[in-house]
Protein backbone atom coordinates (compact mmCIF):
# COMPACT_ATOMS: atom_id res chain seq x y z
CA UNK A 1 0.00 0.00 0.00
CA UNK A 2 2.76 2.92 0.58
CA UNK A 3 5.12 2.09 -2.60
CA UNK A 4 0.95 2.86 -4.49
CA UNK A 5 0.95 5.88 -2.18
CA UNK A 6 4.30 6.77 -2.79
CA UNK A 7 3.81 6.21 -6.94
CA UNK A 8 0.64 8.33 -6.93
CA UNK A 9 2.26 10.92 -5.08
CA UNK A 10 5.39 11.27 -7.63
CA UNK A 11 2.47 11.20 -10.43
CA UNK A 12 0.36 14.18 -8.84
CA UNK A 13 3.60 15.99 -8.18
CA UNK A 14 5.16 15.71 -11.42
CA UNK A 15 2.43 16.75 -12.98
CA UNK A 16 2.59 20.23 -11.09
CA UNK A 17 6.04 20.41 -11.55
CA UNK A 18 5.74 19.70 -15.60
CA UNK A 19 2.78 21.90 -16.24
CA UNK A 20 2.87 24.67 -13.49
CA UNK A 21 6.33 25.61 -12.52
CA UNK A 22 6.86 23.88 -8.84
CA UNK A 23 10.55 22.91 -7.77
CA UNK A 24 11.83 21.64 -5.17
CA UNK A 25 12.17 22.47 -1.98
CA UNK A 26 8.32 22.29 -1.93
CA UNK A 27 6.78 24.95 -0.03
CA UNK A 28 3.43 23.44 2.23
CA UNK A 29 1.56 26.35 2.86
CA UNK A 30 0.12 25.40 6.73
CA UNK A 31 -2.79 26.80 8.09
CA UNK A 32 -4.62 26.61 11.67
CA UNK A 33 -7.03 24.09 10.80
CA UNK A 34 -4.37 21.16 9.65
CA UNK A 35 -1.92 22.64 12.55
CA UNK A 36 -4.88 21.91 14.86
CA UNK A 37 -5.74 17.94 13.23
CA UNK A 38 -1.92 17.28 13.46
CA UNK A 39 -1.78 18.44 16.92
CA UNK A 40 -4.48 16.46 18.54
CA UNK A 41 -2.54 13.19 16.79
CA UNK A 42 0.28 14.16 17.36
CA UNK A 43 1.60 14.10 14.26
CA UNK A 44 5.11 15.59 13.34
CA UNK A 45 4.10 17.70 10.59
CA UNK A 46 7.16 18.06 8.70
CA UNK A 47 8.77 15.07 9.62
CA UNK A 48 6.06 13.43 7.89
CA UNK A 49 5.63 15.61 5.21
CA UNK A 50 9.53 14.37 3.89
CA UNK A 51 8.36 11.26 4.31
CA UNK A 52 5.22 11.81 2.24
CA UNK A 53 6.69 13.34 -0.53
CA UNK A 54 10.14 11.94 -0.34
CA UNK A 55 12.14 15.24 -1.05
CA UNK A 56 13.10 18.34 0.65
CA UNK A 57 9.99 20.03 2.43
CA UNK A 58 9.72 23.27 3.73
CA UNK A 59 6.58 23.73 6.18
CA UNK A 60 5.55 27.73 5.75
CA UNK A 61 3.00 29.81 7.83
CA UNK A 62 1.86 33.71 7.66
CA UNK A 63 1.70 36.46 10.52
CA UNK A 64 -2.65 36.47 9.60
CA UNK A 65 -2.21 32.61 9.99
CA UNK A 66 -0.77 32.81 13.55
CA UNK A 67 -2.95 35.93 14.53
CA UNK A 68 -5.97 33.40 13.57
CA UNK A 69 -4.93 31.06 15.51
CA UNK A 70 -4.11 33.11 18.87
CA UNK A 71 -7.77 34.74 18.49
CA UNK A 72 -9.59 31.21 18.82
CA UNK A 73 -9.15 31.13 22.57
CA UNK A 74 -7.05 28.89 25.06
CA UNK A 75 -8.32 25.76 23.27
CA UNK A 76 -5.53 26.42 20.67
CA UNK A 77 -3.04 27.24 22.48
CA UNK A 78 -0.57 24.55 21.64
CA UNK A 79 -2.06 24.68 17.97
CA UNK A 80 -0.56 28.50 17.80
CA UNK A 81 2.66 27.43 19.52
CA UNK A 82 2.88 24.57 16.80
CA UNK A 83 2.53 27.40 14.11
CA UNK A 84 4.91 29.43 15.14
CA UNK A 85 7.93 26.74 14.86
CA UNK A 86 7.57 27.22 11.41
CA UNK A 87 8.92 29.31 9.17
CA UNK A 88 6.73 32.77 8.61
CA UNK A 89 6.83 34.16 4.98
CA UNK A 90 5.39 37.57 4.52
CA UNK A 91 2.06 37.99 3.54
CA UNK A 92 1.67 41.85 3.49
CA UNK A 93 -1.42 42.39 5.63
CA UNK A 94 1.09 42.79 8.87
CA UNK A 95 -0.56 45.81 9.62
CA UNK A 96 -4.27 44.65 8.48
CA UNK A 97 -4.32 40.96 9.28
CA UNK A 98 -6.58 38.76 7.45
CA UNK A 99 -8.50 35.34 8.17
CA UNK A 100 -6.57 32.41 7.61
CA UNK A 101 -8.25 31.43 4.24
CA UNK A 102 -8.20 35.18 2.26
CA UNK A 103 -4.30 35.13 2.89
CA UNK A 104 -3.74 31.99 1.83
CA UNK A 105 -6.00 32.80 -1.14
CA UNK A 106 -3.70 36.08 -2.00
CA UNK A 107 -0.41 34.05 -1.20
CA UNK A 108 -1.39 31.42 -3.78
CA UNK A 109 -1.52 33.97 -6.36
CA UNK A 110 1.57 35.01 -7.16
CA UNK A 111 3.69 31.90 -6.01
CA UNK A 112 3.74 28.17 -5.93
CA UNK A 113 2.41 26.26 -2.84
CA UNK A 114 0.98 23.26 -1.70
CA UNK A 115 -2.04 24.42 0.32
CA UNK A 116 -2.23 21.86 3.52
CA UNK A 117 -5.98 22.39 5.01
CA UNK A 118 -8.79 20.90 6.77
CA UNK A 119 -11.00 24.00 6.09
CA UNK A 120 -13.57 22.50 3.24
CA UNK A 121 -15.05 25.84 2.03
CA UNK A 122 -11.20 26.43 1.12
CA UNK A 123 -10.55 23.14 0.19
CA UNK A 124 -13.34 23.42 -2.71
CA UNK A 125 -11.43 26.91 -3.57
CA UNK A 126 -7.88 25.22 -4.35
CA UNK A 127 -9.87 22.26 -6.24
CA UNK A 128 -11.25 25.18 -8.92
CA UNK A 129 -8.11 27.27 -9.12
CA UNK A 130 -5.26 25.97 -11.08
CA UNK A 131 -2.13 25.15 -10.28
CA UNK A 132 -2.45 24.70 -6.33
CA UNK A 133 -1.73 21.22 -4.96
CA UNK A 134 -4.27 20.25 -2.18
CA UNK A 135 -3.20 18.63 0.90
CA UNK A 136 -4.87 17.32 3.89
CA UNK A 137 -5.22 14.60 6.59
CA UNK A 138 -7.95 12.05 5.44
CA UNK A 139 -10.20 10.81 8.46
CA UNK A 140 -8.09 13.58 10.48
CA UNK A 141 -5.14 10.78 10.78
CA UNK A 142 -3.52 10.05 7.33
CA UNK A 143 -1.63 12.62 5.21
CA UNK A 144 -2.84 13.04 1.32
CA UNK A 145 -2.42 14.79 -1.79
CA UNK A 146 -5.03 15.24 -3.54
CA UNK A 147 -5.45 14.20 -7.21
CA UNK A 148 -5.36 17.04 -9.98
CA UNK A 149 -9.32 18.20 -10.40
CA UNK A 150 -10.85 18.63 -13.84
CA UNK A 151 -9.49 22.36 -13.68
CA UNK A 152 -6.39 21.65 -13.31
CA UNK A 153 -6.14 19.36 -16.25
CA UNK A 154 -7.79 21.49 -18.49
CA UNK A 155 -5.30 24.44 -17.73
CA UNK A 156 -2.82 22.63 -18.19
CA UNK A 157 -3.72 21.21 -21.37
CA UNK A 158 -4.33 24.72 -22.89
CA UNK A 159 -0.79 25.89 -21.22
CA UNK A 160 0.82 23.18 -23.22
CA UNK A 161 -0.77 23.98 -26.65
CA UNK A 162 -0.17 27.53 -26.27
CA UNK A 163 3.89 26.53 -25.47
CA UNK A 164 3.81 24.38 -28.43
CA UNK A 165 2.08 25.70 -30.74
CA UNK A 166 3.22 29.26 -33.14
CA UNK A 167 2.93 32.74 -31.88
CA UNK A 168 0.31 34.19 -34.41
CA UNK A 169 2.54 37.01 -35.21
CA UNK A 170 5.71 34.44 -35.37
CA UNK A 171 3.42 32.83 -38.25
CA UNK A 172 2.66 36.09 -40.13
CA UNK A 173 6.16 36.42 -39.87
CA UNK A 174 7.48 33.22 -41.39
CA UNK A 175 4.45 33.65 -44.28
CA UNK A 176 6.01 37.10 -45.51
CA UNK A 177 9.48 35.79 -45.84
CA UNK A 178 7.91 32.70 -47.69
CA UNK A 179 6.33 34.86 -50.18
CA UNK A 180 9.81 37.06 -50.12
CA UNK A 181 11.79 33.86 -51.77
CA UNK A 182 8.77 33.04 -53.75
CA UNK A 183 8.01 29.51 -52.11
CA UNK A 184 4.25 30.82 -52.17
CA UNK A 185 2.38 33.16 -54.12
CA UNK A 186 0.35 36.07 -52.35
CA UNK A 187 -2.79 35.19 -53.28
CA UNK A 188 -2.28 31.78 -51.26
CA UNK A 189 -1.50 33.25 -48.12
CA UNK A 190 -5.11 33.75 -46.90
CA UNK A 191 -4.83 37.23 -45.96
CA UNK A 192 -6.65 40.14 -47.69
CA UNK A 193 -5.29 41.16 -51.05
CA UNK A 194 -4.41 44.62 -50.98
CA UNK A 195 -6.04 47.31 -53.76
CA UNK A 196 -3.70 47.78 -56.63
CA UNK A 197 -3.31 51.90 -56.75
CA UNK A 198 -4.27 53.97 -60.24
CA UNK A 199 -0.74 55.32 -61.43
CA UNK A 200 -0.62 57.85 -63.75
CA UNK A 201 0.79 57.54 -67.35
CA UNK A 202 4.32 58.12 -67.91
CA UNK A 203 4.57 61.27 -69.15
CA UNK A 204 7.34 60.54 -71.47
CA UNK A 205 5.53 57.77 -73.04
CA UNK A 206 2.55 59.95 -74.10
CA UNK A 207 4.83 62.87 -75.67
CA UNK A 208 2.64 63.70 -78.68
CA UNK A 209 4.39 62.67 -82.11
CA UNK A 210 5.36 65.53 -85.07
CA UNK A 211 2.56 65.82 -87.19
CA UNK A 212 4.03 65.83 -91.12
CA UNK A 213 2.94 68.21 -93.54
CA UNK A 214 1.45 66.51 -96.67
CA UNK A 215 1.20 68.15 -100.01
CA UNK A 216 -1.15 66.80 -103.12
CA UNK A 217 1.24 66.02 -106.29
CA UNK A 218 0.05 64.54 -109.96
CA UNK A 219 -2.99 62.44 -108.99
CA UNK A 220 -3.71 63.98 -105.41
CA UNK A 221 -1.47 61.13 -104.21
CA UNK A 222 -0.19 62.35 -100.31
CA UNK A 223 3.25 63.01 -100.38
CA UNK A 224 5.88 64.41 -97.75
CA UNK A 225 7.84 67.30 -97.47
CA UNK A 226 11.60 66.63 -96.89
CA UNK A 227 12.85 69.08 -94.32
CA UNK A 228 15.13 71.75 -95.96
CA UNK A 229 19.34 70.29 -95.78
CA UNK A 230 21.59 72.11 -93.41
CA UNK A 231 25.21 72.67 -94.27
CA UNK A 232 27.71 73.68 -92.02
CA UNK A 233 27.55 77.03 -89.97
CA UNK A 234 24.15 76.73 -89.66
CA UNK A 235 23.51 77.70 -93.76
CA UNK A 236 20.29 76.25 -94.77
CA UNK A 237 21.16 74.87 -98.63
CA UNK A 238 18.60 75.67 -101.57
CA UNK A 239 17.64 72.63 -103.23
CA UNK A 240 19.37 72.40 -106.37
CA UNK A 241 17.44 71.67 -109.86
CA UNK A 242 18.87 68.48 -112.29
CA UNK A 243 19.16 70.38 -115.74
CA UNK A 244 18.13 68.44 -118.45
CA UNK A 245 21.06 68.46 -121.00
CA UNK A 246 19.70 68.17 -124.51
CA UNK A 247 21.65 66.87 -128.01
CA UNK A 248 24.23 68.98 -129.83
CA UNK A 249 21.99 69.04 -133.34
CA UNK A 250 18.98 69.95 -131.49
CA UNK A 251 20.47 72.97 -129.99
CA UNK A 252 21.62 73.66 -133.29
CA UNK A 253 18.11 73.59 -135.07
CA UNK A 254 17.06 75.59 -132.14
CA UNK A 255 19.34 78.63 -132.40
CA UNK A 256 19.04 78.29 -136.75
CA UNK A 257 15.16 78.43 -136.08
CA UNK A 258 15.27 81.67 -133.81
CA UNK A 259 18.12 83.49 -136.23
CA UNK A 260 15.71 83.38 -139.21
CA UNK A 261 12.34 83.92 -137.63
CA UNK A 262 14.24 87.11 -136.79
CA UNK A 263 15.56 87.87 -140.33
CA UNK A 264 12.27 87.36 -141.70
CA UNK A 265 9.87 90.35 -139.51
Known sequence: MKITKHKKTRKYMSFYINNFGFREPLLVLIDGSFCHAAYKIRLQIEEQLKKYFQCEVKPIVTACIITETDNLGPGFTGTSQLLKKFLVHRCGHEKRPLDGSACIKSMTKSCHYIVATQDRALQEWVREHPGIPLFYLHNASVPTLVQPSE????????????????????????????????????????????????????????????????????????????????????????KSRKRIKLPKHVIEHLKAGSGGGAGAS
Do not use: M, W
Open 151 to 238: AHRQAAAEGQKSRVGIRELDQQTIQKLKVKEGLVTPESTGGPKKKRKVKNPNPLSCKKSKKTKKGVEGKGTPSESKPPTVGEGGVVKK
